[in-house]
């Protein structure tokens, strides 16, 4: 059960309060809250992995996220979203960690065949509240506002122990699989997999003949 929020959580730097369910039968106190991005979730993965001997990372995760703003449907359920979200990291880098998710979200997109716009931040909300909003933009295809890119605020790094160089972005799943086109559509359906069996009276050898 979900009811709106009362409270704010050891790793809530990364959400807006006034936007976010809290689940009432939560088995964890730091999971009470029904996240609102990908990218949020992704932070304490991304500092998992910054421990791990490697220079450079990126990591993504797609699944669906809640915002009240978004409202209920016709069973007073609160609509959800499928989302893409993904981080990049570097350990030893100093420069400027926006432009190379800038070049991530840019590949993904030309990769479907969509052509992406980064432009000054317009709206609450997009890109999500852990980013800087000075070193930030959202992303749009045609007049099509699909998401946001951004670096992470000090606040947020500082409170989930990050390396300076750290990035991320995140995109409408549900637009991207109804807009590519059929050739690059993303099909979320499980595989199916059969075994045939072919009755014959004719031995191995003659059937390869």
């Given amino acids: 059960m979900i009811e709106r929020r009362k409270g704010r959580s050891k790793r809530e730097h990364a959400t807006r309060r006034k936007n976010s369910y809290r ?3 939560s088995i964890s106190p730091e999971l009470q809250y029904v996240r609102q991005s990908i990218v949020s979730s992704l932070l304490e993965k991304t500092y998992m992995n910054e421990k791990l001997p490697v220079e450079e990372f990126a990591i993504f995760e797609m699944n669906k996220v809640y915002r009240k703003a978004w409202g209920m449907d016709a069973e007073n359920v609160p ?3 499928m989302q893409l979200g993904c981080v990049v990291a570097e350990r030893k880098n100093t420069e400027t960690a926006f ?3 800038k070049w991530y979200a840019a590949k993904l997109l030309e990769s479907l065949n969509f052509s992406a716009e980064f432009l000054p931040i317009q709206r609450e909300g997009t890109p999500p509240a852990m980013f800087e909003p000075k070193r930030s933009a959202e992303i ?3 007049n099509k506002c699909i998401g946001g ?3 992470l605020k000090n606040s947020v790094r500082h409170e989930f122990k990050l390396a300076p160089y750290v990035a991320g972005f995140e995109l409408d799943l ?3 699989i109804a807009a590519a086109p059929e050739e690059k559509r993303i099909d979320f359906a499980p595989k199916k997999r059969e075994d045939v069996t072919i009755t014959t009276n004719k031995t191995y050898a003659e ?3």
Avoid: F, P, Q, T
């Fill in 140 to 142: 749009w295809v045609g």
């Fill in 23 to 25: 689940l009432i039968n």
């Fill in 174 to 176: 549900d637009w991207l």
């Fill in 99 to 101: 432009y190379k998710a």
């Fill in 149 to 151: 890119v951004g670096e």
């Fill in 79 to 81: 609509m959800e979203r």
């Fill in 207 to 209: 059937e390869l003949k």
